[in-house]
């Protein structure tokens, strides 16, 4: 089993959602993934479509009762995936567990006590945005460090800090604890600032900071209010696909390389098929013009009399679209040569004066 703490001090630059859809896709591709909230915000928990606060068992029974894991997980809506919900509760952990001694280390028991080795292949924590008590317990039960960022010039120096707390975790309570990748989340390809920042990015951490890049995508924003992952929400999304190929470049990160290769086998699958279905689509659009044209040739009135106009206007609008199938995920995914994928995500046209809020606010701290 791994344990991978997703964290980052700074508030708003996609914990939580790399924490859901990466635990999505580690799940699609059959690996039993618990997911625990260890924020009070509980985000992460009204992702999966759990409902803080009414959730009897939280993760603050865990960390305060000795509850048992076993009565803490649920079922999520897909399968493979499970989640010890949290609620505001969670916020006074840290006063009540102040001057308790070994209160780094509760998570890390409370998981081996409850043998979540045997039931779970990953284990994946959402951390709040800040360093205190609970991240510390992160920190200590895990094996592996993600670190997503925003590519601007603040997250740098707080990126500074948090690798000081990891440097003393590991240097006092747990040896294990590797970093696994550093991944640049709500990317914009327009700013050069972002094209900055990541090149000095790559300076500090050369190979941890990933080829994948999680660009702006409004799908990625709208899908935690339908509680579910990007991949039942928007499955042909760009937030989709760099979340795929993020998750297959981790477990490669991490030396999961089996499940890795058949993950890639099943996307480059999935392209095939779709493909196949563009082509299908093709050739019945093409069908129907025929269809049209002697339908036209035959009649007394005409063509133009025959073809509703908005029917002519829609095929011209989406046959352009239906050719512009995607590069498929396996190329992308194993490219090293490559040049950076492009960035400008055309959904983002939809929102183009509204960068997510938090981002703002973390762009004003
Ligand atoms: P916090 O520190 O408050 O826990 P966080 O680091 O967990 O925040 P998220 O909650 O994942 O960050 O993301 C912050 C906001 O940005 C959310 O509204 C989320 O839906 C949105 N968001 C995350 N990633 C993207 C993206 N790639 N494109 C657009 N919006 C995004
Ligand atoms: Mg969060």
Redesign the pocket.
Known sequence: MKRIAVI?Q??????????VNLGAALAHHGQRTLLLDL?P?A?MTVHVDKRPDMESNTLTNLLIDDTPLADLVQTTGLANLFVVPSDTSLAGVEQVLANRIGRETILRRALDKGKAEDNFDFVLF?C??SLGVLSANALVAADYVVI?MQAEYLSLQGMAKLLEVIDLVQTQLNPNLQIACVLP???DSRTNLSMEVLAEIKEHFGDLLTKSR?????K??E??SFGRSIFEHAPDSN?AQ?YAEFAIEFMQKIGMHDVAEAALAALAGDEEEEEEEFEEDEEELEGEEFETEDEAAGSDEGAEGEVPEDEVTENEVTEPDAKATPQPLAEKAIATTSPEPPLDDPELVERSDEP????EASADA
């Open positions: 980052n700074k508030g708003g630059v996609g914990k939580t959602t790399t924490t924020d915000q985000n959402d709040p945005p997503p989340c709500m990317l999680i660009r702006n995508n409004v990625l924003a899908a935690p937030g760099d997510p809020a938090a981002a």
